[in-house]
């Protein structure tokens, strides 16, 4: 069975610093990949995701997210991180095309928190 | 257009009771799911609909959850004798019937059970 592991719980950054949120995931193929962010009281909003072609992904807000084979890992990046950007992330894997119905399955997710 | 709406955003019920829990897909969206976020997890998968039929129900945790879509649009999500443990935010996403389309997801429900 598939599984997605968010190994922070918690990230503390400062405002401007970089950020980067780990996650691996375990699936028989290669999965399609996301990352999406919730705000408090929010629902899940799309950061960005793979399918194929270029490993790096680009998303909204100025987030990017590598993905690597050989590492079974789907990392998210922010070169510089705005107080909006607390909230909490999770990266959730789906099947690949065709298969499943595209049900994702989520990571435990990861609350950033940023200081001014 | 409208994103996906849910009803209501909050709900309080006592142990025994039942519960429906709606959700309004963005229109023209064929695929609808839904989800269960337990405090401080991630969503969790609990069944899909393709157009007016569940194609995948083996997220439902047991029989007392049951959903319908009958007009392939709106969707019920219902939980029969509720117990605390059901206690969560239920999640609805839709997304257009291509494969590699977006799940859009909703504010939620949460439920509280007394």
């Known amino acids: 069975a598939q599984s997605v592991t968010q190994p922070d719980i918690h990230i503390t950054v400062s405002e401007g610093a970089s950020l980067e949120l780990r996650c691996n995931y375990s699936?028989?193929?290669?999965?399609?990949l996301f990352w999406y962010v919730q705000s408090p009281g929010q629902g899940l909003q799309l950061l960005l995701k793979?399918?194929?072609?270029?490993?790096l992904v680009q998303g909204i807000k100025g987030f990017e997210a590598e993905f690597k084979r050989s590492q079974s890992s789907f990392n998210l990046r922010k070169p510089s991180v705005h107080w909006s950007d607390a909230a909490e992330y999770f990266c959730?894997?789906?099947?690949?095309?065709?298969?499943?119905?595209?049900?994702?399955?989520f990571g435990g997710g990861t609350r950033v928190l940023v200081k001014p | 257009g409208a994103g996906v709406s849910q009803t209501p955003s909050n709900k309080v019920t006592e142990k025994g009771k039942y519960v429906e829990l709606r959700c309004d897909p963005i229109?023209?969206?064929?695929?609808l799911y839904w989800y269960r976020q337990s405090l401080g997890q991630g969503p969790e998968f609990l069944i899909y609909?393709?157009?007016?039929?569940?194609?995948?129900d083996s997220g439902l945790p047991n029989d007392r959850f049951f959903a319908v879509r009958p007009e392939g649009s709106v969707s019920t999500l219902k939980i029969q004798r509720t117990e605390r443990g059901d206690s969560a935010v239920y999640l609805c996403?839709?997304?257009?019937?291509?494969?590699?389309?977006?799940?859009?997801f909703g504010p939620g429900t949460r439920l509280t059970v007394l």
């Open positions: 996403a839709s997304r257009t019937g291509g494969p590699t389309d977006t799940q859009y």
């Open positions: 699936y028989g193929a290669t999965p399609y």
């Open positions: 793979y399918f194929s072609g270029d490993t």
């Open positions: 959730a894997v789906g099947p690949p095309l065709g298969a499943a119905g595209n049900k994702l399955t």
């Open positions: 229109s023209g969206h064929t695929a």
């Open positions: 609909f393709q157009g007016t039929g569940a194609a995948d």
